[in-house]
């Protein structure tokens, strides 16, 4: 284990935000948590992929542990235990090249496997929670490892227990996939459908055409500092649906469950905020879910831009927006 104190996260967060934190250390195998005094308030930090560092931070614990272990094999499936410390798309690379199916749609999604199952991470039409059996984690009360079957994980759209009940008490060590070795591929999403209109697709073909959309829409993090899609999209019940196609009568909508999922980048779009800039932070000119960093953006620059887009979705159509990312 790593330790060093009063270190800059610049380089530790997507967004390339400037902040401090007075411990941090480095884990390359889980049983080294057992061994460090936690903190109330640590963070645990995987690629710094879906968060707003605002403030000095006292702890920082930096999951680095690696490996990919086949636990069992039959014709049909594969299981797969995968350190937490894991870059995502490696291992949804690995899956591609083994031909194992069910993370292909998925692919280039950044972050870590150990933050795949706490906001339950999806694109194209897939949900890492389809693929999940379990999760192993390290409860901080106790120092001990444990498990969590995916039923009681709670799994819904960018959500789950990791996000409430175990939200600071756990840190998750690793996770069970179970995947298929021959499985129908899911290309019902618009974006996706377009590229298989003539051939069948293989699995490694649904990989690029993923990676090939996802960057013609979404920045480069090392080149324009972001964390994806910074809010969630909006439910709304039919009422409010119905209101707003009198309104616009192009709004775009998908049955969800509690209702209707309206993009919130339309919502942003259509308040006249695309491209717009805040001090050094800004709204993506070609998508409107993305707030990036132009340079020297500090948490406040982003959160202040975050506040007025906000305020002018609710004016403009009476709906309140929530984050999808971390403000930490
Ligand atoms: N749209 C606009 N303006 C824009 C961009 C999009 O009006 O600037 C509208 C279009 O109608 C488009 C619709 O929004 O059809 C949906 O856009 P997109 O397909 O890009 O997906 P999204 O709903 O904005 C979600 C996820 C992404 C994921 C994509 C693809 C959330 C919060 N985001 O975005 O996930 O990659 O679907 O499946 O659910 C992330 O979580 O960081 C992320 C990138």
């Known amino acids: 284990m790593q330790k060093e104190t009063n270190k800059n996260l610049i380089h530790l967060n997507t967004f390339g935000i400037e902040a401090f934190c007075d411990e941090y250390y480095e884990i390359e195998n889980s049983l080294e948590l057992a061994e460090i005094d936690l903190s109330d308030d640590f963070l645990i ?123 600071g008490k756990i840190i998750v060590t690793s996770v069970l996939y179970i995947l298929e070795k021959n499985a129908e591929l899911n290309i019902s999403y618009g974006g996706i459908k377009n590229y298989f209109v003539e051939q069948k697709p293989t699995l490694k073909a649904v990989r690029k055409a993923v990676i090939e959309t996802r960057n013609s829409k979404l920045p480069k993090p090392e080149e324009l500092g972001n964390s994806g899609s910074f809010f969630q999209n909006a439910i709304v019940k039919e009422m409010k649906l119905r209101d707003l196609v009198v309104k616009h009568e192009n709004v775009p909508y998908f049955k969800a469950p509690g209702g209707f999922k309206i993009p919130t980048a339309w919502l942003i779009e259509t308040a006249g905020l695309k491209g717009f800039r805040h001090k050094n932070a800004g709204v993506y000119e070609n998508h409107a879910l993305i707030l990036v960093n132009y340079g020297g953006a500090t948490a406040n620059d982003i959160l202040e831009l975050a506040d007025i887009i906000e305020n002018k979705v609710f004016d403009v159509f009476g709906i309140k927006i929530s984050k999808e990312v971390n403000i930490v």
């Open 45 to 167: 930090l995987g690629s710094g992929s879906n968060m707003v560092i605002s403030k000095r931070l006292p702890q920082v614990i930096h999951i680095k542990t690696k490996g990919i272990e086949i636990l069992e094999e039959n014709d049909k499936t594969v299981k797969l235990k995968v350190q937490a410390g894991e870059i995502w798309d490696d291992f949804v690379s690995f899956c591609v090249d083994n031909n194992y199916y069910g993370t292909e749609n998925l692919s280039l999604i950044p972050g870590t496997v150990g933050a795949s199952p706490i906001q339950n991470i999806g694109a194209y039409g897939a949900e890492v929670k389809d693929i999940i059996q379990s999760v192993e984690y390290f409860d901080i009360e106790t120092k001990s490892f444990k498990n969590i079957d995916k039923k009681d994980c709670f799994f819904e759209y960018r959500d789950s227990i990791f996000k409430h009940k175990l939200k």
